[in-house]
């Protein structure tokens, strides 16, 4: 349970980072907190050539926020958004999602950038990516691009990045005062891997109405999703017992969970309701 | 003149003496003995469950950087087999494991070649580049498929069953056929076993001038390991020492004779060089001992009033690819202990062991009787409910009253295999467990809803074998400086026997403890023989033989410094290391010892003891996602005589937690190819130190075991055996108003919540 022999590079800017990677054209592969790859090389189901640390490049560790909302450097690590008391204000449901993630020792090094590109189904950082319609910064050898979080992930532990591209932020949109939010989920353990979350939240209009209703799930799909039948049917509603009743069948009947190690599809799909009922609760009070 | 003594030792919370090595990060365990040029092995298994080796070169390997050699079972020549240590039986012969595989893989994990090298890297490494071709044969998957008999693992044999054992007490089948009330129920355990934290390891060095073998890393029972080797490698038992190092926990699992324990030594011999193996968490849960797989269909019999007349049964074990050394045990003690502390007159239980392509099985803490405990405790309930007594006094009702000491339980055949509760009051344990438990209270919750989560309390009644024969061995020796060392046979496996063995000498010599300079154990060369920590018996076994040594060594002092007084024996005083005399002069034991005293004591015992107790849980089922929190969990036990509360404590604290890992996390998941699914710590779910922080351990000390002049029971155990029936007890308790009966652990949010919905389905 050791990695096959590799090569190890830290360059000082991304540009190196990149180039790197494209000279290996594929065979090289970046390193962030080391949290996901480390087992995936011990467990040698990936041996590549040349490890790329980017853990000396400056500027990836930043958070940022502002008018266009809040950015996270690909370095930004759970601690650090633990850590950075603007948040719980700025951005209360990616501060409560994040509290979900792993143990103390991983959250030390664990990054956001990581945790994108790792693609895990039930990894909160993309679930609240896609929710929130985060945009995605990309660099590559070719220049750079942005990608919606819809759509970057591809499947389980799959995503649009190259083999010669880094990620450098995610920026999550504006989040308005006021706004109704809940995030629950379930794990057999603390700080495990989910096997279902819900991340809900809307505004609401002079009525009370929910307006703008986001709901996303991980964990129960093969990647991070919207929930467009829930979302609609609370659009426009008062969020009561019946509409989340209404929402909670709506999510029952969409999600599409596959059976697994973990627990059965049945199951699966049942407890996303679940968490559907608690999050709009929660949201609502 | 013979002085009273006052224990001062035995019974006191010394703190281990063990722990200021350990928290210093001091301990040495196989992986730290200090070894300039070891070299490394890494051993190339079977990733096919079932198969024929068609091809298997290692010469691309051989030139791999760093690689000195590359075993496989052409360098060994006739493979030895691994023979079996407990309960051995000829039905059983056909099914050992050889220490490699030849022609023939029986399970994923099976060593196939042994890489040496200069690194445990390089070693890993040049595994890759053997080349191994395996054909695939069907797999038998699981006990259905063993038992029909369509494949079969060893085509020499008639089946894939490797014997069936009895449990035979009374007459069932008339005691069923009288009865006022039978239920029948089908129960089953899953597989899981003992994730030790420090993994298994070897060091083996080949000493070519004499002859010798030396391997570190020996632990549990390094004599009869000892033995086994010397037969399979052809050298003198004499010329091989097993050292003990320190070890991270053991539970049954570490210790036993792997086929590694053939080939590190082996390889070392082959090469003529020091060879260390150190087993990597992967390996640990593919190759080590899995364990508990057994599923049983249950009947009751009784009287109206809730007199339990008879138990009748047909349990299935799934032994995995191999009978291993010790892989009956489980299966045996299910048959055996399945009565646990009831008066029952009447038993017929058979429990099959049936062969499959899975990692082979061996003890866990508590073999067969965690299981065995879950199935009664849960059809106990379910009886009592149907009957409509009280769950508690219909216990206390079939407890076995102490007027029945020594009670026999079911005979084992066909070992013909007998055993029997030396001592106790059974009643005690489950009132005082109630007491601390505050059942008057609690129990007003059961079934509540509070926010959502549904709570339930359940208390259930076990009794733990302990103290295996058939002997200890032990040594004390006063040194020329007048401290004293110990030397026993018994093995640590990390349970503080240094301490309790330094308690139970100063208090049999009535010295300071402070005289006590070293405690030494299992290693081969202490004593002449030594059995081994297994069953509950290291302190029990080895701590009766340090009370015989104690006596000799005493009669030796006594002998020298009469002879200083010019005085008759038992006119000397012996007294906190000093010899008076009748005129009252004293001579220091350093002035006595001359080049040293040596006493060898030994203790002979078939007679097991079994203490005893009671589990009282309080749980919460969220219904809507199966989840189970445990907020109290009680434990009440006798063990006879406390030697140290402290380390008891330990033991029982962690032993329940062990127990809530396999009623509620832990799994080894196979899919219908023979491939365990569950191959990391991420996929097989340990307890953590946070997940259960409620856990309330008492211990007394009313009822001294008859069968040792210690007083002491056997007491590792305990605290696992009940806790996956109270747990699922409670749980049904929670959810009585759907009618919920928890058939089979572990009790997992997606089986909990299949069981609430199939009861609101009004399915069964
Ligand atoms: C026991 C345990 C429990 C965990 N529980 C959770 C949990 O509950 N929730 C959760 O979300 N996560 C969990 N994780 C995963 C953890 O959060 C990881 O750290 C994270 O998913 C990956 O981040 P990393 O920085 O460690 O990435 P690394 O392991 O360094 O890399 C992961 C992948 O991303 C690539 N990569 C890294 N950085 C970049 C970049 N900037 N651009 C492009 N590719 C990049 C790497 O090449 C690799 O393929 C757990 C991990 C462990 C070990």
Known sequence: MKPAPFDYAAPNSIEEAVALLARHDGAARPIAGGQSLMSVLAFRLAAPALLVDLGRIPGLDAITIGADGVTLGARVRWRDIEKDGRLSGAHPLLAAAIAHVAHYQIRNRGTVGGSLAHADPAAEMPGIAVVCGAE????????????????????????????????????????????????????????????????????????????DVRIGVIGATNRPCRLPAAEAALEGRIVDDTAIAAAAAATRASVDPPDDLHAPAAYRRALAATLLERALARARR | MTSRRTNTYIGAAIERFEDLRFLRGRGIYVDDVPHATTLHAAILRSSVAHGLIRVLDATEARRRPGVVAVITAAEIGPVPVIPIRLAAWPSLEPFVQPVIAADRVRFVGEPIAVVVADTAARAEDALEAIALEIEPLPVVADRDASAAGA????????????????????????????????????????????????????????????????????????????????????????????????????????????????????????????????????????????????????????????????????????????????????????????????????????????????????????????????????????????????????????????????????????????????????????????????????????????????????????????????????RLILEPDGTLSVHVGSSSVGQGVETIF?????????????????????????????????????????????????????????????????????????????????????????????????????????????????????????????HVAVHDYVAVEDVGRIINPETLHGQTVGAIVQGLGGALLEHLVYDGEGQLLTGSLADYLMPTASDFPVIRGVALEEHPSPVNPLGAKGAGEGGIIPVGGVIANAVADALAAEGVQPTALPLSPPRVWALVEAARNGRK
């Not at chain 1, 819809?150 to 999550?172: H, K, Q, S, W």
């Open chain 2, 151 to 474: 494949i079969l693992l060893f085509p020499g044999a008639a089946s894939n069953r490797a014997i069936t054992y009895e449990g035979r007490k009374g007459d069932a089948a008339a005691a069923f056929r009288s009865a006022d009330y039978t239920r029948r129920e089908h129960f089953s355990v899953q597989r899981h076993t003992a994730i030790h934290m420090e993994p298994r390891g070897i060091m083996a060095e080949w000493d070519r001038i004499w002859g010798r073998l030396t391997i570190w890393g020996a632990s549990k029972v390094p004599y009869p390991n000892r033995k086994i080797l010397a037969g399979q490698i052809g050298v003198d038992p004499a010329l091989i020492d097993m050292i003990e190092n320190d070890a991270g926990g053991g539970f049954g699992v570490r210790g036993e004779f792997y086929p590694e324990d053939f080939l590190i030594p082996f390889a070392a011999r082959h090469v003529g060089r020091a060879v260390k193996w150190i087993e990597d968490r992967r390996e640990h849960l593919i190759a080590a001992n899995h364990a508990r797989e057994v599923e049983c269909t249950l009947e009751i019999a009784c009287r109206r009033d809730g007199r339990i007349l008879a138990f009748r049964g047909h349990a299935r074990a799934d032994l995995g690819a191999y009978v291993r050394t010790n892989g009956v045990m489980g299966p045996r003690n299910v048959a055996q202990i399945l009565s646990g502390p009831y008066d029952v007159a009447n038993i017929e239980m058979d429990v099959e062991l049936l062969l499959t392509n899975k990692t082979p099985a061996g003890t866990y803490r508590a073999p067969g009787r965690f299981e065995a405990d879950f199935f009664r405790e849960r059809l106990i309930e379910m009886a009592a409910r149907d009957l409509g007594i009280d769950r508690i006094a219909f216990r206390r009702m079939n407890l076995v009253p102490t007027t029945a000491m020594p009670y026999a339980l079911a005979t084992i055949n066909p070992l013909e295999s007998t055993t029997h509760c030396d001592s106790g009051d059974f009643r005690q344990t489950l009132d005082r467990c109630l007491a601390e438990f505050d059942w008057a209270t609690k129990s007003r919750l059961s079934g509540a809803d509070r926010e959502g989560r549904r709570h339930g309390v359940a208390v259930s009644c076990y009794i733990e074998g302990g103290a295996s024969g058939p002997r200890e061995d032990a």
């Open chain 1, 136 to 211: 995605i910064t990309i660099v590559g050898a070719r220049g750079e691009r942005t990608v919606a979080a819809g759509e970057f992930f591809t499947g389980a532990l799959a995503t649009v990045l190259d083999t010669d591209e880094l990620i450098v932020a995610v920026r999550l949109p504006p989040w308005p005062a006021g706004r109704r939010w809940g995030f629950e989920e379930f794990a057999r353990r603390r700080g495990d891997f989910a096997l279902a979350g819900i991340a809900a939240f809307y505004d609401t209009d002079a009525a009370g109405r929910a307006r």
């Open chain 2, 502 to 626: 330094a308690q139970i000498a100063a208090d049999a010599l009535g010295v300071p403890i402070e005289r006590l300079r070293s405690v030494r154990h299992g290693s081969t060369g202490l004593v002449t023989e030594g059995f081994g920590a297994y069953s509950s018996r290291s302190t029990v076994m080895g701590g009766s033989a340090v009370l015989d040594a104690a006596a000799k060594l005493e009669a030796q002092i006594r002998a020298r410094a009469a002879a200083r007084f010019g005085c008759a024996p038992d006119a000397v005083l012996l007294r906190d290391g000093t010899a008076i005399g009748p005129d009252l002069a004293a001579i220091d034991y350093a002035a006595l010892a001359g080049d040293g005293l040596v006493a060898d004591g030994t203790f002979l015992n078939e007679r097991r003891t079994h203490s005893y107790g009671a589990h009282a849980a309080h749980v919460s089922v969220d219904p809507r996602t199966g």
